[in-house]
């Protein structure tokens, strides 16, 4: 067996795009060593983060040329590093020094290009600044450089140089007032250091509902309504109980520039039944401002640190996974529940035990193991830290962890301790809702903090009936909702007596909150849920009332009525309403409604979790994860979205098209057409994962060659490139085949790598500027590449030289995304080349940053041949993967074609037969990655979810007129046909390669469903008959990817999908019988849709960041 790469042919290099490798070892050590010497004259890493204030997150370096300064970052502490140099050759240079240390994609370079830097607003934990006095004079704003800096972050100016100007602009700058707080340092090599402090309009979140008056009442006077990501992190899914359904129990909570929460981490590939998920849930810390992970742990890690600690543990370890299982998700969310921030301190309820976490690390700095068996939120307040048990309330010192006091009571709420609260802080007292030893009703009774004497109390006996849980104090005030959702009683916190009450007219929902100094109350008429959903799509239909009331009276002050009241469905998703000063946040969309103006403003980007709100705080507003398939328009990821004040519009945003040096050369050939290429993801623009290609089934391994090897990145951030929806566990991409050459792109090191298929030397690597998602996509002799910055480059196939590249992002705004700097407008699937044009999207969704864009441009040139811009949120919901019908190309779950432009070309036999996909074909969960079809109606029941199972089809109808399919959900008729389900009532058959209706077939009438049977199935197109079946019996498998052939039909797939590192298996099937031909041992699993198959070769991607070649014996 051979192994690469041999003898690497380079590419010329191109500063802005390219990078050639497998440099001799000498220069390569040459390089290190200089690279080491020019360090020991400036300042070291640690010198660097010995000053400051953050030492972890997103480090953007601007003018830095020393790559072993930047990589020593990353080991140290694990930055996210992106940077800007002026010198085209500086950016070549350095792409080999980290490439060659195999840090790429953890420290990544791009050219500075303009006065403007392309950065998000405060996205920046740390900016680090040389050759200030050049950067000045290209005209670079110092200001510039605090603008993307984050409060609590260090801006540090290095002085490589010495030289004087430096000095000089720093002191102009203090003249001007521009950077308070500015401090020059002593030490060689770092010129100065500024923190920038955290601004007075902000605020932060601490508790579940703000704060220990669980208000939900935000104090940050810079949030208005969003529209926009600042950052995006995974996992992409919410807790989930047994059944499937989702719990909000997001416990987000935000102080110091941290956000943490609790989320759940199994495998993308998990299935909803109690017995097979393991339920891995993890309390997370990241960086409020740009979503970088700064730790992660396994809750039950911290089992066995609990024990030794002596505390009464209720239940065991094994008891504590199933109980995690149950309908509330517990005992997750009881910590999700719990969640209380400080700046030095994260408490919360683990397993029935209070605990303080350290903030920085996640480790546990205290146990209160006087107190166990707790069900409820902690506050804390007044230098307490108080917590509710069975027997009553307790009051510990969070410093000593000693009881300062307890009182017996029966605290209500302890049933439903996420959504609502027995105990709060109102006014200068602790106040509990509940039953007092030997009492006969409930009562509302005040505690004072540093006694726990009874300050008041109110009996509760009128309203012992409607009486459910307390909702809020502020302004003097306490709310308690009714059982019913009806209606609010209203005390005072200063001597407990009922001020009002209110009951609105017939409602089903009641959203109670407080803003401008009114309380506001939302109700709607409880209309059909149908209703409900209509209205919800037609804003204006909505026919709500929104009331404002004197908190002292009850005296309403202001109504608004129909379409200006304000939203507040309930079918699901339900959350208590949030507020700012300014407005009040509701779901479902994201609706903020101005309490002075009654403007609402949506956002279709992102929701409410079920049963908790967003977080507005920050400046931001944070989103967590959902399942909701019935508003699919949702990111599914965790989120913190922004407002766009149209500031980033008008600065200068650069040339859209670069030309590169191969610009106007000849273009190539696209080989014979009978089965010598395999040039798109999934091979054709199709999709069918199919070819005239005869492979031959006795295959045997001849080469190898690693693309990828991430071994030298630190752990936190590789875990959050696993949590990427678009990449999941792979670093690579699918392999595309032309012309002899084998492309393969290392997704997170942006490096697309070209192998000669006959003997696997690395013939070119090329370096783009961002994450690649997608395969390349090879046509007439051209690499088509599309890389999350936005952009697209076009690469000469056989050098790889830079042809072109063009900026589809409409503009230079660079975010977090899982754990890389990205455009909001990513190229996030592959580009589909027809004739002389080529088709792609750029964008995320359409109801995010003003949508989806979609281009053609003209293959050779790069110019743009047409161009257009989505936003309707219910039509295209979400990015998907092109395909093209032989008549227009469009996204795959665009069901009216809104995003389709004509195509002269294709092939009119298969102008029906694309792949459709309700869902979104690319995301690499299968959580979410519904079933492709193939054929030209798409029959999806609309709000059925279909999860927990791979859906993979290869096709090809020119030859076979057969379907291949591998699915754990189908289904067979009487009358031996093949069908599968897509919704609760609909069943869908093949039939001439055209989905056709359950209603039609009265062999349905009784259908068997093989539920969970992991089954390839050969189908015949025409008639839908089946043809051959071969089963998967090893339960812990899953076939991830699936091709065919004329004569072999090639699956491969994980050998444990839910340990994802125990290998992987690849298997050759007869495709006229299904008979297993050969079945081979993988080192690791494949990538998704990881095959590729030319006449006599198979290729496969490995989740090792391995290309693998297989050849006929």
Known sequence: METGPIEPRQA?????????????????????????????????????????????????????????LLANLHRAHGFLIHGLVADDTDVSGMREQLHAQHLYGAVSLRKLDGRQLPYADGLATVVVVDRLPQLHASGLALAETVRILSPYGTLVILNSKATPATATLLDNAREAGMLRGLRTEPTP??????????????????????????????EDRSIKPVSRVQWLAGPDKPMLNRTGFQRGNFGGVTSGGRLYYVSCHDPSNFELTGRQISQRW???????????????????????????????????????????????????????????????????????????????????????????????????????????????????????????????????????PYNYTGVLLAGKNIVALGAMPGAKNRSLTAFEPATGEIAWQTDLEKQRREVQALLWSRNGIIVMKWRTHRGVYVFSVDDGRMLWEYAPPLTKTLNVTMASGLVWLSFRPPNDTRELVAALRDRDAWDGITEGLDPQTGEVKKRYTGKNAMMIPSICNFANAISTPNYIITTRPLTFFDVKTAKRTFFDGA???????????????????????????????????????????????????????????????????????????????????????????????????????????????????????????????????????????????????????????????????????????????????????????????????????????????????????????????????????????AGRGASTDGGIYYYQLNSTTGEVLAKTRHSDTEELFRFDLLVSSGTAVHPANDRKK????????????????????????????????YPGMFGSTNRYGGGQRVLGYTALMATHSLWANQVVTYRRHSYTGDDGKWYTRFGANEITAFVGRNPVSASKFSALKKPVRTWGNRTMYGVSEGSGNEKWNHAITDKNQQVEALIQTQDVVFAAGAKNRYARKEGGFLLALSADTGKELRAVELDAPPVADGLAAVNGVLLLADQSGKLICFRQE
């Not at 191109?14 to 497998?22: C, E, K, P, T, V």
């Not at 089965?675 to 001849?702: N, Y």
């Not at 000669?756 to 070119?764: F, H, I, Q, R």
Request: net charge neutral.
């Open 282 to 416: 993890h309390i997370t810390a990241r960086d409020a401002f740009n979503g970088a992970l700064l730790w992660s742990r396994n809750l039950l890690d911290y089992y066995p640190e609990l024990l030794k600690t002596g505390v009464s543990l209720t239940l065991s370890e094994e008891e504590i996974r199933k109980a995690s299982l149950k309908k509330e998700g517990l005992p997750a969310a009881d910590l999700g529940g719990s969640l209380v921030a400080t700046a030095d301190r994260l408490f919360g309820n683990l397993f029935g035990v209070p605990v303080a976490f350290s903030p920085q690390t996640g480790d546990l700095l205290k146990v209160y193991s006087a107190v166990s068996g707790i069900k409820s939120k902690l506050i804390h307040a007044h230098g307490l830290l108080l917590t509710t048990t069975t027997t009553g309330l307790v009051a510990l010192d969070p410093d000593s962890g000693a009881v300062m006091w307890r009182r017996e009571m029966e605290v209500s709420g302890l049933d439903r």
């Open 189 to 218: 090599g770092i010129a100065a250091a500024y923190t920038k402090p955290y601004p007075e309009d902000m605020d932060e979140w601490t508790h579940r509902y703000h704060d220990a008056a669980a208000t939900g009442m935000s």
């Open 607 to 841: 929701m409410h979790g079920c049963g908790f709100g967003v977080i507005p705080a920050n400046g931001l507003v944070y989103a967590p994860a959902n399942a909701c398939s019935c508003f699919r328009a949702a990111i599914k990821s965790y989120g913190a979205w922004s407002h766009d004040d149209g500031s980033a519009a008008g600065r200068p945003q650069g040339l859209r098209l670069h030309k590169g040096p191969a610009y106007g050369s000849p273009q190539g050939d696209t080989g014979d057409g009978k089965g010598s290429s395999w040039p798109l993801f999934r091979h054709d623009a199709q999709r069918s994962s199919s070819t005239v290609a005869k492979a031959g089934g006795k295959i045997q391994e001849r080469w190898t060659y690693a693309a990828w090897n991430g071994a030298e990145t630190r752990e936190a951030l590789r875990a959050d490139w696993r949590m990427n929806l678009y990449t999941q566990d792979d670093p690579l991409t699918a392999p595309v085949i032309q012309n002899g050459i084998a492309v393969v792109a290392a997704i997170h090191a942006h490096t697309v790598h070209a192998v000669e298929v006959k003997s696997g030397k690395l013939l070119w690597t090329h370096t783009v500027n961002s994450r690649i998602h997608t395969a390349p996509s090879l046509s007439r002799g051209r690499c088509f590449v599309g890389s999350a910055d936005g952009t697209v480059s076009c690469l000469n196939l056989a050098d790889g030289e830079l042809v072109w590249a063009f900026r589809a992002a409409p503009r230079e705004r660079l975010v977090s995304a899982f754990g890389q700097v990205e455009s909001p407008w990513p190229i996030l699937g592959d580009i589909v080349p027809d004739g002389d044009a080529i088709y792609f999207l």
């Open 898 to 929: 809104l995003l389709a432009f004509p195509v002269g070309g294709g092939d009119g036999a298969r102008a029906k037969a694309v792949v459709r996909n309700p869902g979104k074909f690319l995301i690499k969960d299968y959580f979410w990655r």
């Open 12 to 68: 010329p290099c191109n500063a802005l795009f390219s990078r050639s490798q497998g440099t001799i070892l000498a220069i390569a050590w040459l390089l290190c060593m200089a690279s080491t010497n020019a360090v020991a004259a400036g300042p070291s890493a640690a010198t660097i983060t010995g000053i400051l204030s953050r030492r972890q997150g997103v480090l953007v370096s601007i003018g830095v040329t020393d790559a072993a």
